[in-house]
């Protein structure tokens, strides 16, 4: 009688570990299938950033047209105000304040989109660092 033939070609005994192979090609799979993971997060992270900062972005250039249009009013009230003494100027110069308040909430707005947008990367490297404390478990076993 063998020693294969011990065992009676059953499972192997308990206690027994998986061949070398089987393991390895595992933990290959394993970081493969990580990587690609990892790789899905990060372009998701990046353009989750870029649509926030994009649009802050539209909004302080929003805020710049109708600032120069508040500025153009500004001027007009001046012109009107100089070519003829009349309540003309008073309501040009409304309208002028009032595109300002406009350009400046929409300053403020898109500033705090922009400060609020995630930092590029930050889910990622608490992924990896998670993956890194398993992966050091796993060969600690």
């Not at 290959?28 to 926030?52: N, P, S, V, Y």
């Not at 003309?88 to 947008?117: E, G, M, Y």
């Amino acid at each position: 009688m063998s020693m294969d033939d011990t065992n009676g070609g059953g499972p192997p005994p308990a206690g027994a570990g998986r061949p070398f192979g089987v393991v390895l090609a595992s933990v290959i799979d394993g970081f493969r299938a990580l990587a690609r993971k990892h790789t899905e997060l990060a372009k998701l992270e990046i353009a989750e950033a870029a649509e926030i900062r994009g649009r802050g972005a539209g909004m302080f250039a929003a805020a710049a047209v109708v600032a120069m249009y508040a500025v153009g009013f500004v001027f007009a009230a001046a012109a009107a105000g100089l070519a003829v003494v009349l309540p003309v100027w008073a309501a040009i110069l409304i309208v002028a304040a009032s595109l300002l308040a406009i350009a400046a909430v929409l300053a403020l707005v898109a500033r705090r989109a922009l400060r609020t947008a995630p930092p590029a990367g930050e889910r990622l490297r608490d992924t990896v660092k998670e993956d890194v404390r398993w992966t050091k478990r796993q060969i600690r076993r």
